[in-house]
């Protein structure tokens, strides 16, 4: 009896050292546990058992987990729910899945929270079909109207580009949490659905729903996404009243977020408010920015601040510091900090920084080069690089590689019709008309669309779109009119004249003027000029790459002729460096100082 009563009163007191040593990750001390209980006879104990799992999993050791959960002589719900989750978040879906299945051959008994775990283990997996199965299996049990596994499989519908589906499942909950409206939010920003995002955030707004980091965090990505600066300032607003704007995590998608949309002062001023942190992440967020925004002295002095303050750059910080070298041109700088990153840092290169210096010598002209470093680099070339070297023959008039650039792109993206064209206009610059006719008709024939080129401008919280030649917007005429009247103020006081050279047409001189004049990027802007006020910035936004009237080096001649005519300055900015298929155009304009 006495040893009865022993065992009794010391129980409790393991239980509590167990749960201590898993909310502590303390494995050791849970081990020393374990060997007391086996000491002690109180290893099958049902209630024990399970702490024990849960005590391994957190501290994650899953087959210590396992072993466990194997020598139980009895189990309850608990423990298969305990053993399934233990597998779920140490990354073992897949087992969790098999256990599943296992639990059910034994016709053993489950609770929306198993199925809700399995989900989630889907959900990880990115696997539609046993998420599908997975649901029809909820609604056969009547477990699909439950909080938590609606939660689970709008998630895992979500993040297997299912986005309709978690919708659906989203707008049929009877009942909602915030872990609800967070994970349908950060489900259309993952699906690049931003404007539905901002949409459900205001019906959140409206219902008097709390704010988390999460949601916070899912909106601001939404909003870089579109580009829309005043959005941007608004939640930037309710991470500070909340007290989430001091969280780096939220200080970091901030910065990346006014880099997106065009106002690099106001990222400096987060990332100056947050600069004493040291979080690598952090910085390479500043860093980034400046890139996106052609600013390499900023870089490279930020570069040696970072380092300065005990923080080692890592491959992130390089792809930006590269990127900039090749955008500004900076072959010496770029071939410098390549070096630098390897004999100071320790930075293995990888195929982005690779493709960078192939990017920094094609857009040099070095394209031969470009080529031989292609060959003898030790990672596997990307798509990208033979982008970059295929731009770079348009750009530089080269018409040795094209075609061995080409076929690569071919072969690597099958489905990108942006490939044909560049080849196509290649072609075009040279003249070669009968090449030009090959290329579209093959372009033609395939089953490869061109995405058209459109841009947007935010306007009083409402995005507007417009294509080439636009003429469904309510106020076509009033734009086609401005900016007619815009161009033709500038031929007549400056002189300007469209670069025909940009269009790859073979029509006559004329025609390439009129198809130059009504870009989607011009039309955007002029209903900028139309909205807003003098002063305030105007951010248009490309889902292609920029024409080359608007972005080439004889460009820069049409901007200061348009300084000189609106009595401005004009800021253009160039957001995705790494990905020229999703260029945005930022112009920002303030009083031209007397």
Known sequence: MQCLWTRTQILPHLHQVLQLCARNIDPIKGKASHAKIIQMGLQQDTLTSNMLINMYSKCNLIVSARQVFDQMCERTLVSWNTMISAYTQNGNEQEALTLFVHMRKQENSYSEFTVSAIVCACAVKRDVLKCKQLHAFAIKVSVDSNMFVGNALLDVYAKCDLVKDSCQIFECMLERNDVSWSSMIAGYVLNEHYEEALRLFHKAQLMGLEHSQFTLSSIVCAVAGLGALIKGKLVHAILCKTGFGTNYFAATSLIDMYAKCGSIRDAYSVFSGMMGLKNV????????????????????????????????????????????????????????????????????????????????????????????????????????????????????????????????????????????????????????????????????????????????????????????????????????????????EMKDKHGYEAEIEHDLHDVEKSRKQELLRHHSEKLAFTFGLICLPLGAPITVMKNLRICGDWSSGDCRTMLDQLTNALHTLVYLVQNSLKQPEAEKLAMQMHPKDA
């Open 281 to 488: 992440a952090l910085w390479n967020a500043m860093i980034s920015g400046f890139a996106k925004h052609a600013h390499s002295m900023e870089v490279m002095i930020l570069l040696e601040k970072m380092q300065q303050a005990g923080i080692q750059p890592n491959e992130i910080t390089y792809v930006s510091v590269l990127s900039v070298c090749g955008h500004m041109g900076l072959v010496e700088d770029g071939e410098k900090y390549f070096k630098l990153m390897v004999t100071e840092h320790n930075v293995v290169p990888n195929e982005l920084h690779y493709s960078c210096m192939v990017d920094i010598l094609g857009r040099a002209g070095l394209i031969n080069e470009a080529y031989d470093l292609i060959k003898k680099m030790p990672v596997e070339t990307t798509a990208s690089m033979w982008g970059s070297i295929l731009a770079s023959c348009r750009n530089h008039a080269n018409i040795k590689f094209p075609e061995i650039a080409a076929k690569h792109l071919f072969e690597m993206e099958p489905d990108n019709a942006g490939n044909h064209i560049l080849l196509s206009n290649i072609y075009a610059a040279n003249k070669n008309w009968e090449e030009v006719a090959k290329v579209r008709k093959l372009l033609k024939d395939s089953v490869v669309k061109k995405e058209k080129g459109k841009s947007w401008i935010e306007i009083k919280d409402k995005v507007h779109s417009f294509m080439v030649g636009e003429g469904q917007h309510p106020r076509t005429a009033e734009i086609y009119s401005k900016l007619d009247d815009l161009i033709q």
